[in-house]
C-alpha cells in the first residue's frame, strides 16, 4: 500500500478539483499552522487562507496543551474566515468544524464518528482529531477566526500519556490514504457551512443543532466540566440552539458554552 502524504502539488489540485478559491500555504515542517495562519492575518494575507503542513514541532492543543503532530502521520491544517463577532451563531463555530471533519471520515470510510462537546471527534471511543479555534483582533475588533484541525491518519504508537485514548484512521482502515484529498475535503465541508450556507448567520440553526445531537458523544453522560476558575460534576441534558451544552449539577439546569468536559460513565 502506498499512501499519498502531504504534498503542494497534490493539494493544489485537489483544490481545483473542488473548484475552492483558497489559498495554499503549504509546509512540509512548522511549529504550529495556527501560529502561521495568525501572522497571515496580522499582515493582511489571511483572507482565504488554508494553511497545512505535514509536521508541526509545536502544535497547539486546546487549554494550553501540545498536539501530537507528528510527519507523516497525519494532516495539520488551519483554515481562515473573515468575522465580525456579532454573528448570531457565532458560538457554532466550533462545532461546525467537528461536523466537517466528521461528514469527510463518514464519507470516505463510512465511519460513524461521534463529537465528545464541544470538537473532539471520537472514533470507537478514542480521539482521531482535534480542533483548535482561535479569534485574531483587529484594532481591538474581532477580524478573522483560525480553525485549526489535527487529524490522525496513518497507524502510529501514541506516546505513552495519550496511548490508551488516540486513535487514527489506519488503525479501521486498511485501503489507500491520500492525505491531500483528505485535508481538501475537509476545508471544502467547513467552507460549505460557513461561506455557502452562512451558517453563522442563518435564522434557523436546527437542522445544524439536530446534527450535533444526533452525533453527540456527550449526551446522557455524567461528567467533569472543567473551567479556569472551578471544576464539578454534572449530567449532560442537550445541546442549547447556540451549541452551548445543557447540563444538570447540584439540582441546577444551566447551559456552559466555553470550557471542557471529561466523560465520567
Known amino acids: 500500500m502506498n499512501n499519498l502524504l502531504l504534498n503542494e502539488r497534490s493539494l493544489i489540485y485537489h483544490l481545483r478539483q473542488y473548484r475552492s478559491k483558497r489559498r495554499l500555504h503549504y509546509f512540509a515542517e512548522t511549529e504550529s499552522t495556527n501560529e502561521v495562519a495568525k501572522k497571515l492575518c496580522g499582515d493582511g494575507k489571511g483572507l482565504g487562507a488554508f494553511v497545512v503542513s ?28 473573515e468575522i465580525s463577532g456579532k454573528e448570531p451563531n457565532f458560538d ?6 467537528g461536523l466537517a471533519v466528521r461528514d ?19 472514533l470507537d471511543g478514542k480521539k482521531i482529531c482535534g480542533i483548535l479555534c482561535e479569534i485574531v483582533n483587529k484594532n481591538g475588533k474581532p477580524k478573522y477566526a483560525v ?3 489535527g487529524l490522525n491518519i496513518e497507524k502510529q504508537e501514541f506516546p505513552e500519556e495519550i ?3 488516540a486513535a487514527s484512521i489506519g488503525d479501521k482502515y486498511e485501503g489507500e490514504l491520500d492525505h491531500n484529498e483528505i485535508a481538501v475535503d475537509i476545508v471544502n ?6 461561506i455557502r450556507r452562512d451558517a453563522l448567520n442563518a ?10 445531537k444526533m452525533y453527540s458523544a456527550s449526551l446522557g453522560q455524567i461528567v467533569r466540566v472543567i473551567t479556569p476558575d472551578s471544576e464539578y460534576d454534572a449530567k449532560v441534558l442537550d445541546i442549547a440552539p447556540d451549541g452551548g451544552l445543557v447540563i444538570l449539577s447540584d439540582g441546577e439546569t444551566k447551559t456552559i458554552t466555553s470550557g471542557e468536559i471529561v466523560h465520567i460513565r
Not at 92 to 97: I, K, N, R, T, V
Not at 105 to 114: A, E, G, M, Q, V
Not at 204 to 211: A, H, K, P, Q
Open 104 to 122: 469527510t471520515l463518514f464519507n470516505f470510510f463510512d465511519f460513524d464518528c461521534k463529537i465528545k462537546w464541544p470538537n473532539d471527534i471520537l
Open 54 to 81: 505535514d509536521c508541526q514541532t509545536a502544535g497547539k492543543g486546546r487549554s494550553g496543551r501540545t498536539f501530537c503532530s507528528p510527519k507523516g502521520t497525519g494532516v495539520y491544517i488551519s483554515i481562515v474566515y
Open 147 to 149: 480553525v485549526g484541525i
Open 92 to 97: 457554532l463555530l466550533s462545532s461546525l468544524a
Open 163 to 165: 496511548m490508551y485514548t
Open 189 to 194: 465541508n467547513l467552507d460549505r457551512y460557513i
Open 203 to 212: 435564522e434557523n440553526t436546527g437542522e445544524i443543532i439536530n446534527r450535533l
